[in-house]
């Protein structure tokens, strides 16, 4: 298996987007790899949420959860693709949370499986960290990938593509 | 900062150096993001309240189990407090 840098965006002082979107994702990979590193711009929680699209939608998702957020753990289940995986402005400065989300065949005619690993960072007690499995309920093959929709994205934040290959 | 919301989007179909924009949001996502924030929210409030109602319980039972007579120490030695 190799693993492949596609593209990175890199989030500048002047752009505050909502969203971070890989547009017409190549074909010729087995899975795709999204590593992220971000911070809210605005907000005063100690951490934030984004939702992850696959071809523009939001839907179709359903997940099982194993999280702990400094002061308790627990085992949930959800609906949707929604998932803490941003630091907020109320966390130590400077720091941004990290994520992965592995995308397993996703040129595949079969509903797609996602692992998600995260940890939000603070120099404090509350933290977030988790481990989902998703499904998405969706037999197309995957071209776009957008994650975002709490707030916005600080400078610096940044979302990576990868590929992995068979060779 | 800009006052309309934007996204960053990189067309993998275009050469290096050509790819990335900054876009604003089109109506459908604006529309859709509003609604995602309500469901935000209110995952955020269900989310605190397991974390209150957690520690709620947590406190209940060392308070019971002191009032059978356990110490803090043997409290903390069996709950891991």
Excluded: C
């Excluded at chain 1, 609906?79 to 065949?105: D, H, K, L, R, V």
């Excluded at chain 1, 916005?152 to 060779?167: G, H, P």
């Excluded at chain 2, 109506?27 to 209110?42: F, K």
């Amino acid at each position: 298996m190799g693993m492949q840098l596609i593209e990175t965006i890199e989030v500048t002082d002047t752009s505050a987007p909502l969203y971070l979107e890989f547009a017409n994702i190549d074909q010729d990979g087995v899975d795709l790899l999204v590593t992220l590193s971000a911070r809210a711009a605005s907000g005063t929680p100690q951490y934030r949420s984004n939702y992850l699209w696959l071809n523009g939608l939001s839907s179709g998702f359903s997940a099982i959860r194993l999280s702990g957020n400094g002061s308790s753990t627990s085992s949930t289940s959800a609906s949707n693709s929604y998932a803490p995986t941003m630091t907020g402005t109320s966390a130590t400065a400077s720091t941004f949370a990290n994520a992965q989300y592995y995308i397993s065949n996703y040129t595949s005619s079969e509903n797609k499986a996602i692992a998600l690993d995260s940890v939000t960072e603070n120099n404090g007690t509350t933290v977030f960290m988790l481990i989902d499995a998703y499904q998405w309920a969706n037999t197309d093959a995957i071209t776009n990938v957008k994650i975002g929709g709490s707030t916005t994205f600080a400078q610096y934040s940044t979302a990576s593509l990868y590929k992995i290959t068979a060779d | 900062m800009s006052e309309t919301p934007v996204k960053v989007i990189v067309d993998l179909s275009k050469p290096k150096g050509q790819r990335e924009s900054i876009v604003p949001l089109t109506e459908d996502e604006i529309a859709e993001r509003e609604l995602m924030a309500q469901e935000a929210e209110a995952e955020q409030a269900a989310r605190d309240q397991e974390a209150a109602d957690l520690a709620a319980a947590k406190q209940a039972a060392q308070e019971k189990l002191a009032a059978l007579g356990l110490t803090e120490s043997e409290i903390a030695a069996i709950t891991g407090a």
